[in-house]
């Protein structure tokens, strides 16, 4: 049994079916994970399965008035939440009969209803004011009250962030460690006692007989008798009526049966290699966590009963280093696939969410979800195994993002940023990231955040990409014209020699080679910038930065080996380079002085990403202007993708 | 799990304790309860059939294994869940087979929940109360403008037809129970099934049509048969002989192989042919066990019933002996309404007045009212007892009479008397505003599409609820025709506006007030009670039908002939209870029925037994054997 679709009306983020503002998501049979920013509405989905179902830790959940949700300031009166469970055992199905809901050609399958109303006072409001409830069951709620023993069976282990694991592991009436043993086949055979006070040496076989022993044990050493007897001659026999003495006893546990005996038991963690295993040594919060954590997921796996295993955590990098959450998240994916257990996780860790199965991750937006399973997005289904690897936890930024900025290399991602920065339009203040592909091809798997059905993710993502046509002026580029011009053979090896330049190219074929760029990635909310000439510094060269990019490339030439330059040296070539710029743009035409000056680049003789970093450093500083100065002489391709990410407030 | 539930001699002895004034010593008791397969059990009347499998249960319970499967306990009728429900309650952890996993309801109930609502509810069907009568009528009145030419070809058989029309089987066909079959093909059949589905979509169906609907969710969703078998390992069927071959069917498509099913009946109190049925599921099935001993009464009882009865082995009489020989008496045209009065009188000259207050004494016949007027006395219960009044006998209140309605949820008492008596008085409120509710609330088909439609103003609701309460807890005085309208009106008024406008008694339709008033036949000055009052004692007869009193003990039986196609009953039984005849031998379903009624009639006192029959249909030689077999005839053909 698991859950297979999960509906809301009017809960909390989640408005109304009639403008489709409703929640309606599928979850896989196993590995689920929620990513989003905050406010997503990810929170709210767990909840309606924990208000639905309830939990197995008891823990106090109802529909509240704020619960409600608020459009254009009138909150809604009814809502109502709805969790479909499918794939019945038989067992299941039989334990569930008076619930099912029948559907031709389906097996039977539970669907939870829960309706809530809110109370609006006057007449039979009184005192309760909190919203009235019924859990029934079939969509729309039209079937039988769900019952208590229907309750037993459906209810989600739920795991709240930040949680205390080091208490929840404290040995407490119901505590998990005693459900996990009291789930283990051979637990009824531990509550046999035969122990006999007149021999009490004899070899103690069951659990229950080991603490007997010791009871017996302890309640004859005389530190305790002592006590014992002090406590009742000396205190108690005073406070005593006749009728009804006050003796006290000094045990190890109350009442010697299996299940107090198991509620005394603690789980913990050995301490650390090196540290004598006998001492005591509280680990970390992290690594209890994780035992917990694995508790859980023990209890489910090992029930093996009727019971729903369905585990919501939420957050579970809470307290993990970065490389534990990604073991965290293997393993849940693992469990969930061998043990048969469904998790839904809920995460703001790029970690977490790059470590899982894209497949199993949905998208949350502004209170919509987007399943990034296959058939979902518009990413073939090959493409899948090759994003996993390629979603390292950088890249993974991509889905907390409320916009994204795909560049080619590490230059883009350093200069963006700043440029848009300062020119008023923050990347950070936007909740925009960039991300490095390393690759115009890769631009593809910008797909995954386009959807097959036609709608549009709420995320912008801008792909900003070099046009790889190389401008005619540029001598040190051999183009096919160029070889033609020459009387040189076009062929080498029986290949042909590469189109490189513009003039290798009619204008409709220009076109057409930048169309193609673009379509590769185009589509939904996703849009692609192709540099104007031919790469990003060269365009910078083009543009009205062209001076910064300039002296720029000169700072990086000065710094040469050393790998840095001081505050004077710095001062210095800046100043000259400046001044080199402006008397050679007396003579030369800039498409020159372009060509020239990014020869260094092209041959790798000037590395891009330290380029970059120096013009972001006098994007910083305020050397390059601000605000719309600075946006008019960005080259325009950036320009339009700036305005695309960020379009200006006014 | 391993095996079927087996019960275990170790836990008889538990028997004792939940049992103390019973024994269950006897080998044919201790067979049946420890029969753990798929059996059969033929049992004699009073052999403590209920009690039998009532100790069953209550020894299964204890140790049912399971947590979420359970035992399905189905019976004929409510009373009989009711009797069932009442003997669990009695003993140790019973109780805990009246709730989830188990089921303990009648066979609709179980049909209804586990398969034909779900099932209604994918088909957007919202089922209302089921009212045989009203859907007959309602489907008649609107089939009627398109069939009027085929009707009336014979109207009084082809109307019954129309009345009749029900689905059948997974596919919803359109069939009929009636002599004249619905045709085939045709105009009228197509209208007639568009007129049955429109009714069906508005939530109007009759009972017969659920199970149809169970066939079709069976049929369609894969493995509903298959969870409804796992979740009932042990399934035990009361009153088997009652079920008919609809019921069968459904239950047959459920339970298979891996399930125990066991059976409790007598099939010689079937309603249905005897030996007749040649249907697979027919009772008893081969290799029956049997309950022959009865403790209900003696050998002389037993000889009688024995000579009446056409199937099973001999019933052994273990119960007290009893105050008189078998009587027959001997009325003629002038005493005939002096019988019941008479008998009265005469058995309490030796009825030991503390049994009369524990056990009831019942004058019935096999004949209501219906008979020729041309055909001698001795025909139909009015021969004896003129007053006699059918709907007061009725059990079931009629979903369409709100007086009904009203007094049900007053007085309604048994274990589950507050959901009953709820739902009665909600169905009451849904009778009234679906006639008179302002429009919205009119067109609500069920109390929950009320409350729902009453979300928004929490007045009306209130007052809803308010009225319904109202109704249980403070009962009106419906004991006659004014006082009932008179309560309708005030709960109308009281109901504020969701009325719409005034209503006047004129209003009122007259349906809702039919049965209202007379009806509580255990009520002193019901219709059908005799009070009998000598100078030592005083005790009623109730004056019944014979089908009314199937599983009743009676303290003393008088049974009343009756004619049915110019055939006296008793007459027609007396080579039998002579020993001329033997019933095993009779393959007429005329005979078969008539000595079926004088089987039950015969098997229910415990002290007492009379027959009475005119003296015009007896002959000397008759009853000078009779006699010789040990029978008591008194004539009473003179008035006194």
């Known amino acids: 049994m698991h859950v297979h679709r999960v509906s809301a009306e009017n809960f909390r983020t989640f408005g109304a079916c009639l403008n489709g503002k409703h929640l309606d998501i599928l979850l896989n049979r196993g590995l689920n994970v929620l990513v989003g920013e905050n406010d997503a509405g990810k929170t709210s989905i767990i909840d309606v399965m924990r208000y639905a179902l309830l939990t197995t830790s008891n823990d106090f959940v109802r529909v509240e008035d704020d619960d409600f949700h608020i459009d254009a300031g009138n909150q809604a009166t009814e809502l109502w939440l709805e969790v479909e469970l499918r794939g019945l055992s038989k067992p299941q199905q039989a334990a569930l009969l008076d619930w099912l809901t029948l559907e031709a050609g389906a097996e039977p399958y539970l669907i939870i209803h829960l309706h809530a109303r809110r109370r609006l006072g006057g007449v039979g409001g009184g005192r309760q004011s909190n919203p009235a409830v019924t859990v029934s069951c079939g969509k729309g709620g039209g079937g039988a009250e769900i019952s208590s023993a229907a309750r037993e069976l459906i209810r989600a282990t739920y795991l709240k962030p930040l949680r205390d694991a080091v208490a929840e592991l404290r040995p407490k009436k119901g505590s998990r460690l005693s459900q996990v043993l009291r789930a283990h086949k051979d637990v009824k055979a531990e509550a046999e006692n035969n122990f006999d006070k007149t021999k009490p040496d004899d070899k103690p076989t069951t659990l229950v007989e080991i603490m007997a022993q010791a009871q017996h044990r302890v309640s004859t050493r005389k530190v305790v008798t002592d006590v014992r007897d002090k406590l009742n001659d000396d205190f108690l026999k005073e406070l005593s009526f006749d009728a009804t003495p006050l003796i006290s006893d000094i045990r190890v546990s109350a009442d010697l049966t299996l299940a107090q005996i198991l509620e005394r038991l603690e789980l913990t963690l050995r301490p650390p290699g090196g540290v004598s295993q006998d001492l005591v040594c509280e680990r970390g919060l992290g690594y209890n966590n994780v035992l917990f954590m694995a508790a859980e997921l023990l209890l489910l796996s090992n029930g093996g009963g009727d019971e729903l295993a369905l585990l919501l955590i939420e957050e579970p990098e809470a307290h993990l280093h970065p490389q534990l959450q990604a073991r965290v998240l293997s393993m849940l994916a693992d469990k969930a696939a061998t043990k048969n257990i469904q998790v839904v996780v809920t995460t703001h860790s790029p970690n977490v969410a790059s470590s899982a199965p894209v497949e199993t991750l949905t998208l949350v937006c502004s209170g919509r979800p987007y399943r990034l399973s296959p058939g979902d997005t518009c990413l073939e289904p090959a493409d899948y195994e090759f994003l996993r690897r390629f979603l390292d936890s950088s890249k993974a930024n991509l889905f907390f993002a409320r916009g994204v900025l795909i560049v080619e290399g590490p230059a883009e991602s350093i200069l963006l940023p700043a440029l848009a920065e300062a020119a008023g339009r923050s990347f950070e203040a936007n909740g925009i990231s960039t991300i490095s592909v390393g690759g115009v091809g890769l631009f593809r798997y910008a797909r995954i955040l386009q959807r097959k059905d036609g709608t549009k993710l709420p995320i912008k993502v801008a792909c900003l990409g070099d046009s790889d046509i190389v401008p005619n002026d540029v001598s040190y580029v051999e183009g096919r014209q160029d070889k033609i011009n020459k009387g040189q053979a076009l062929t080498k090896d029986g290949k042909q020699h590469m189109r490189r330049k513009v003039a290798d190219y009619t204008s409709a074929e220009l076109i057409e080679v930048r169309q193609a760029k673009v379509d590769r990635a185009k589509g939904g909310s996703t849009e692609v910038f192709i540099a104007d000439h031919w790469t990003l510094e060269y365009d910078l060269l083009r543009s009205g930065l062209a001076k910064a990019g300039y002296i720029a490339i000169q700072l990086e030439q000065a710094e040469g080996s050393k790998g840095y330059l001081t505050a004077v040296e710095y001062d210095k070539v800046y100043q000259e380079a400046g001044e080199a710029f402006d008397s050679l743009a007396l003579f030369e035409p800039e498409e020159a002085i372009a060509a020239d000056a990014y020869e260094l680049l092209h041959s790798k003789r000037a590395s891009k990403a330290i380029v970059a970093q120096y013009l972001a450093k006098m994007a910083k500083d305020g050397s390059l202007g601000t605000g719309d100065a600075l946006l008019k002489a960005l080259p325009p391709y950036i320009k339009s993708a700036l305005d695309y990410l960020v379009p200006d407030e006014l | ?640």
């Open chain 2, 1 to 640: 799990m391993s095996g079927p539930f087996q019960l275990t001699h170790d836990d008889l002895a538990a028997l004792s304790q939940f049992f103390p004034h019973l024994s269950f010593a006897r080998q044919e008791q201790i067979n049946a309860l420890l029969h753990a397969a798929t059996a059969d059990f033929q049992a004699a009347p009073g052999s403590g059939k209920t009690t039998l499998l009532g100790a069953k249960l209550a020894l299964m319970s204890a140790r049912w294994p399971h947590e979420r499967r359970g035992i399905c306990i189905l019976t004929h009728t409510n009373v009989a869940r009711e009797e069932i429900e009442r003997c669990l309650k009695s003993v140790p952890h019973g109780d805990s087979l009246l709730g989830y996993p188990h089921f303990i309801g009648t066979i609709q109930t179980f049909v209804n929940k586990f398969l034909a609502i779900p099932w209604l509810r994918t088909l957007g069907i919202n089922l209302r109360e089921i009212d045989e009568e009203d859907f007959a009528d309602r489907f008649y009145g609107r089939a009627y403008p398109f069939c009027k030419a085929w009707v009336d070809v014979n109207a009084w058989e082809r109307a019954t037809t129309i009345r009749n029309v029900r689905y059948q089987g997974a596919e919803l066909a359109l069939v009929s129970d009636a002599e004249t079959p619905l045709p085939a093909t045709g105009k009228m059949i197509d209208s007639l099934r568009a007129l049955k589905a429109t009714m069906a979509r508005d939530g109007r169906l009759r009972h017969a049509d659920m199970f149809a609907y169970a066939e079709q969710a069976l049929a369609k969703v894969p493995g509903l048969a298959e969870a409804v078998a796992y979740r009932f390992p042990n399934v035990f069927i009361d009153e088997m002989q009652d079920t008919n071959d609809i019921q069968l069917g459904v239950l047959s498509l459920v339970f298979n192989a891996g399930t125990i099913v066991q059976r409790f009946g007598d099939v010689n109190q079937s309603i249905l042919n005897r030996g007749r049925s040649a249907a697979p599921n027919s009772f008893p099935g081969l290799g029956s066990l049997e309950v022959c001993t009865s403790l209900r009464f003696g050998m002389n009882f037993a000889a009688v019933a024995n000579s009446v009865k056409a199937v099973g082995g001999e019933i052994d009489g273990q119960g007290p002996p009893c105050l008189a020989p078998p009587t027959l008496i001997l009325y003629s045209d002038a005493t005939a309404q002096q019988v019941i009065a008479r008998f009265g009188n005469w058995i309490a000259g030796f009825l030991p007045s503390d049994e009369v207050e524990k056990l009831p004494v019942k004058a019935i016949c096999a004949i209501k009212t219906e008979g020729n007027m041309r055909q001698k006395v001795g025909r139909h219960i009015t021969d004896y007892f003129p007053q006699f009044d059918d709907a007061a006998a009725k059990t079931a209140p009629s979903q369409r009479s709100v007086g009904q309605l009203l007094r049900t949820a007053a007085t309604h008492v048994t274990s589950s008397a507050t959901e009953k008596r709820g739902a009665a008085a909600r169905t009451a409120l849904l009778l009234m505003v679906q006639k008179f509710g302002v429009s919205g609330y009119r067109d609500a088909k069920t109390w929950r599409e009320l409350t729902l439609l009453g979300a928004s103003n929490v007045e009306h609701i209130s007052r809803l609820r308010g009225a319904a309460r109202d109704i249980v807890l403070s009962p009106c005085d419906v004991s006659t025709d004014a006082s009932c309208k008179t309560a309708i009106l005030t709960l109308l008024v009281s109901l504020g506006d969701i009325i719409d406008g005034q209503v006047s008694a004129a209003d009122l339709p007259v349906e809702w007030i039919v049965g209202a008033s007379p009806n509580v036949a255990d009520r002193q000055g019901s219709p059908n009670i005799l009070l009998v009052e000598t100078r030592n004692m005083k005790f009623p007869i109730h004056v019944a039908t014979i089908a009314s009193v199937k599983g009743e003990t009676h303290l003393a039986t008088l049974v009343l002939e009756s004619c049915r196609r110019q055939r006296y009953d008793i007459k027609e039984v007396l080579p039998y209870l002579c020993g001329d005849k033997k019933a095993a031998d009779v393959t007429d379903a005329m005979t078969e029925g008539q000595l079926m009624n004088i089987f039950v009639g015969a098997s229910r006192p415990r002290k007492l037994l009379a027959l009475a029959m005119h003296a015009d249909r007896m002959n000397d030689r008759t009853r000078q054997k009779l006699e010789e077999v040990g029978w008591n005839v008194l004539d009473w053909t003179t008035v006194v």
